[in-house]
C-alpha cells in the first residue's frame, strides 16, 4: 500500500511540470554586473545583460525601450538555448542594436525565460541609466583606469570614478586605495567581476573610518583574489585633509 502511495505521489508530481518551470531567480538580472545599474557605460562598450535562472530553458528574449511599457523598443532580440541552467549558471547577452544608446539616458529592459517542457514564460523586468566614459579598458584578462575627475577635491564634495572590467573570465575581484607608501586607506568588498561588464566604484576621498585623506597621489589597486596579480593606477588628492 505504502509502495501504491508513493508511486502515485512521484506520478502526480512528473504530471505537474508547472512545480518545475524555469524561473529567473530574484535579484539576479543585472546590466553591467549592476541591479538598476546607473552606471552602464556605452562608449568603447556595449552593455552586458545577464541573469540567472533555474530549469531547463529552450530560449529567451531580451527587450529595450525607452518604454517602460514597452510599447516600443529600440532592441528586441531572441535566442534559443539547450542548456539546463542552475542557480549558479548565468546566462548573458551583450546589447547589439543597430540603435546607439544615449549617454545620461534611462532605459527600460525585460528578459524572459522560456521553460523547454511547457513553454510557461518567465520575466524580469528592470531599468538602467547609461553614462559616457574617457576610458577604454584594453588589458588583455583584466583593467582597471581612472574615468573622472582626476586630480579631485573631496573638500568641495567631489567624487572620482574608477571603472573595471575582467577580459577572459568571470573572476572576484577587490578594489583598494594605498598610500605611495603601502598603507591601506580604503578596501570595498570582493566581488564577482563578470567577464566583459564594465564595473564602477566611486570613491569620495575618504579613508575606512570616513575622514578626508591628505592631499598627495594615491595607488588604485584590483586586484584579482584567486591568485593575488593585480593592477594598479594612480590618482591625485587636492586640497584635501592638511
Known amino acids: 500500500m505504502k509502495k501504491q502511495i508513493v508511486t502515485a505521489l512521484f506520478t502526480a508530481l512528473l504530471t505537474v511540470p508547472s512545480l518545475f518551470a524555469a524561473a529567473i531567480v530574484p535579484g539576479s538580472a543585472c546590466v553591467d554586473g549592476v541591479v538598476n545599474s546607473t552606471q552602464a557605460v556605452i562608449t568603447s562598450h556595449q552593455p552586458l545583460f545577464s541573469w540567472e535562472y533555474t530549469g531547463s530553458v529552450s530560449s529567451f528574449t531580451v527587450i529595450v525601450s525607452v518604454d517602460p511599457q514597452f ?102 575581484m577587490q578594489v583598494r586605495v594605498f598610500t605611495l607608501s603601502g598603507m591601506l586607506v580604503r578596501e570595498w568588498p570582493e566581488q564577482v567581476v563578470l567577464q566583459n561588464a564594465y564595473y564602477t566604484q566611486d570613491w569620495d576621498g575618504r579613508n575606512s573610518n570616513n575622514e578626508i585623506v591628505a592631499r598627495g597621489i594615491y595607488l588604485v589597486n584590483l586586484m584579482n583574489v584567486g591568485d593575488n596579480t593585480s593592477v594598479t593606477r594612480k590618482v591625485a588628492v587636492i586640497n584635501g585633509k592638511k
Request: charged share 15%; net charge neutral; glycine share 4%.
Open 71 to 172: 510599447a516600443s523598443s529600440v532592441w528586441n532580440y531572441s535566442a534559443s538555448t539547450s542548456t539546463i541552467n542552475t542557480l549558479n549558471n548565468i546566462t548573458r547577452a551583450p546589447y547589439g542594436s543597430a540603435t546607439q544608446l544615449n549617454a545620461n539616458s534611462v532605459y527600460y529592459w525585460q528578459v524572459t525565460i522560456y521553460d523547454s517542457v511547457t513553454g510557461a514564460p518567465a520575466s524580469y523586468s528592470g531599468s538602467f541609466t547609461t553614462t559616457a566614459s574617457a576610458t577604454t579598458l584594453t588589458g588583455s584578462k583584466f583593467d582597471l583606469e581612472i574615468d573622472w575627475n582626476n586630480p579631485f577635491n573631496p573638500s568641495n564634495n567631489e567624487i572620482t570614478k574608477f571603472r573595471f572590467t575582467s577580459k577572459d573570465v568571470d573572476r572576484k
